[in-house]
């Protein structure tokens, strides 16, 4: 019996290696107390909401995930920003799967105090901040976070012998940045995905999620293609069991980070090979709910409160 | 020493179960197939024998289905990719892109896939300068054998970030790019996929971003820089065209309403520059690049068999009547080139030609 479990454990090594370093990360929600104004307005929330919700959902019930992807190449050194977030409601009892993709560029308080595009928040604290400035501003709770750099997604994407996506359009790019195929993460290199049914490896459909410059929509157009490649991947899930999960950790490693354990992952994997795409809805924040502005000499994008937030309390319970 | 040897037989059955249970849960995991699994084509025989020569990419290379058997062409890979083969009618030559990593060529080959010659040279050589090169593709030869038709990323302003393909059209014999035919929306992606029509008009597919989507329009140009007649609406999101010989059919792959995940393969009458209503031939797939056989019995696409996301290639017999046969599946195993359409030559063998 100790042998078998020895040679299990062997086998679950990578996981578990993982699991201790990349999952079970806690949510510091104490971020959440150091901007006054975000603090009034989550008390207001607060006190509008009788009981407050668990810090996890139960198992079973409803959850809401918050996913986070950064470029994090050589050129950040180690300092940070999410390019990607979006916002996942998953009911494991029907089946049904919410994405909202949060612009990059939405500009609003942070948790950690004063105002800027939403993508400082990890840059301020981490997950942890980036899950406080949602909440906060979107009155809403998240049970988990995942959060994934660009290697990471690159080798995920390999590790499942690659994904099937259907290009919505040639979505080139000359300004493209090489930051890991070459020696200069400043350098450009050209991207030019051809339209239609295609299957990908990781680095492909990174440039296919990664690239902007040439899509009239630019971070939209962008979000688009993210939730594109969620769904296919979610498609890859099917082919996925528990015993696959030490390749995809090891693949992964240095790479991921998330709340959820390893068996909470594991568990993820059922639901998201059953789920329908007729069942997946999806929210891309674009006109109306935002619209362009410059502030502090950058070019942002200004939250229009009054469509964002009863669009999203639809699908995301308001706190 | 009876108690060492028990001890000892006692480890060795313990580690022998631990590495049992070790490689039971490892006997567990799902093989997913990568690139590597594939077979090449030419170590496989199609399921069906079809008329003419096709000429299709897999992997960086072009192969020639003829007569029931692949041939690979054999193509250096160290010029890059070989990708979407266009035969040139009244010869044994093709016209195939090739692309490397920031640009991307158009050489004319025999049918033995020996370079007749380089059509393109949109290669930059100052590293700096990417946005210098250029790309080329989706080659179609004129009925005439001579006129060439492609999406080329130019007109393009250096000092913008917008690169969208235009349609372009010139000669084997002359000039490559001696026309611009297409106005293409900017940051959109452009005009690609286009198909030469009787009398000079050409077919192709017309990106356009708008109320947030970007999609695709089926279009005839009827002269260069024309406006172009729309044939489908931005709701069915259709591209790919691909005209029957006869020019009365239109096979399309189309996207509306898919969510994204997946295709259709329709086929429509095309009558007087007017489509008529679409059926869907084959609904809810990965359907891709349709290509119509030479005497119109049918059409081949490509299409995944499986989860595995591996394209083969599909037949539909008779896809120009009102009951088309089911889709067959003619490969296995192989893993075509979804992007890379295939091209049909009449001609059933190919001799050893020399140049």
């Not at chain 1, 928040?121 to 660009?150: M, Q």
């Not at chain 1, 995920?156 to 940045?177: R, S």
């Not at chain 1, 009239?216 to 999960?245: E, H, N, P, T, Y």
């Not at chain 1, 006109?287 to 942002?300: K, L, M, Q």
Request: aromatic fraction near 8%; hydrophobic fraction near 40%.
């Amino acid at each position: 019996m100790l042998s078998g479990a020895i040679g299990a454990v062997a086998y679950f090594m990578p996981a578990i290696v993982t699991a201790f370093q990349d999952t079970g990360h806690a949510i510091d929600r104490n971020l959440a107390t150091s901007n006054p104004s975000a603090t009034a307005s989550a008390a207001a929330s607060a006190s509008a909401s009788a009981t407050p919700p668990p810090a996890v959902a139960p198992p079973g019930q409803p959850f809401t995930v918050l996913l986070l992807g950064s470029d994090n190449d050589a050129k950040f050194g180690g300092t940070v920003l999410t390019q990607s977030m979006i916002l996942a409601r998953v009911n494991p009892t029907t089946r049904q799967v919410v994405m909202e993709s949060i612009p990059r560029d939405l500009w609003l308080p942070l948790s950690s105090g004063g105002s800027a595009k939403i993508d400082a928040a990890y840059l301020h604290g981490g997950a942890s901040a980036s899950v406080a400035t949602v909440e906060e501003d979107f009155h809403i709770h998240i049970d988990h976070y995942a959060w994934i750099g660009l290697l990471g997604l690159v080798n995920l994407i390999n590790q499942v012998g690659g994904i099937d996506v259907v290009a919505t359009n040639p979505v080139m790019d000359d300004f493209y940045p090489a930051d890991l195929t070459g020696k200069n993460p400043y350098a450009y290199e050209r991207v030019a995905v051809l339209p239609g049914p295609q299957h990908m490896d990781g680095m492909q459909a990174l440039m296919y999620v990664r690239s902007r410059h040439g899509d009239l929509r630019s971070d939209f157009g962008r979000s688009q293609r993210q939730q594109q490649v969620l769904l296919a991947l979610r498609a890859k899930a099917k082919l996925l069991g528990i015993a696959d999960l030490p390749d995809i950790a090891t693949a992964m490693a240095n790479d991921f980070s998330t709340d959820m354990s390893i068996s909470e992952i594991a568990s993820l994997l059922p639901i998201a090979s059953s789920v329908q795409l007729q069942n997946v809805h999806q929210v891309i924040l674009a006109s109306p709910y935002t619209y362009t502005g410059h502030i502090a000499n950058e070019d942002v994008l200004l939250p229009n409160w009054n469509f964002i937030l009863p669009e999203t309390h639809q699908y995301f319970p308001a706190v | 020493m009876r108690r060492a040897i028990t001890v000892i037989l006692l480890l060795a059955l313990m580690g022998g179960f631990g590495f049992g249970v070790n490689r039971l849960i490892a006997s567990r995991k799902h093989k997913i197939p990568t690139e590597a699994s594939v077979f090449i084509p030419t170590a496989t025989r199609p399921k069906i024998v079809l008329p003419g020569t096709l000429y299709l990419a897999q992997n960086g290379d072009i192969y020639r289905l003829s007569d029931g058997y692949f041939t690979d062409l054999h193509l250096s890979a160290a010029l890059g990719l070989w990708m979407q083969p266009a035969y040139v009618p009244n010869s044994q030559d093709i016209v195939a892109v090739v692309r490397a990593a920031e640009y991307s060529n158009l050489y004319l080959l025999n049918s033995q896939g020996s370079i007749i010659r380089r059509l393109s040279n949109n290669a930059n050589v100052h590293l700096d300068t990417v946005y210098l090169n250029h790309w080329m593709f989706y080659p179609r030869m004129g009925a005439d054998g001579n006129t060439i038709y492609f999406s080329y990323d130019q007109p393009k302003d250096s000092t913008q970030y917008a690169v969208d393909f235009s349609v372009w059209s010139g000669t084997l014999n002359g000039k490559l790019a001696a026309k611009l035919l297409s106005n293409s929306n900017p940051f959109t992606g452009g005009d690609v996929e286009p198909t030469p029509m009787a009398g000079g008009a050409v077919m192709y597919s017309k990106y356009a971003i708008s109320g947030g989507n970007a999609y695709s329009e089926i279009v005839i140009q009827p002269k260069p820089l024309a406006r172009p007649t729309v044939l489908t609406t931005a709701a069915q999101d259709c591209g790919q065209p691909a005209l029957s010989p006869d020019g009365t059919r239109l096979a399309m792959i189309c996207i509306g309403g898919t969510g994204l995940q997946s295709t259709r393969l329709e086929v429509a009458t095309l009558t007087a520059g007017k489509l008529g209503v679409p059926q869907t031939v084959v609904n809810n797939c990965l359907c891709a690049s349709p290509v119509w056989a030479p005497d119109g019995s049918g059409l081949v696409y490509y299409n995944t068999a499986d989860a595995t996301g591996h394209f083969e290639l599909w037949w539909i017999k008779g896809a120009l009547t009102a009951a088309p046969s089911p889709p067959l599946q003619v490969t296995t195993n192989l893993d075509f080139t979804a992007t890379s359409p295939p091209s049909w030559s009449p001609l059933s063998s190919v001799p050893v030609m020399s140049r």
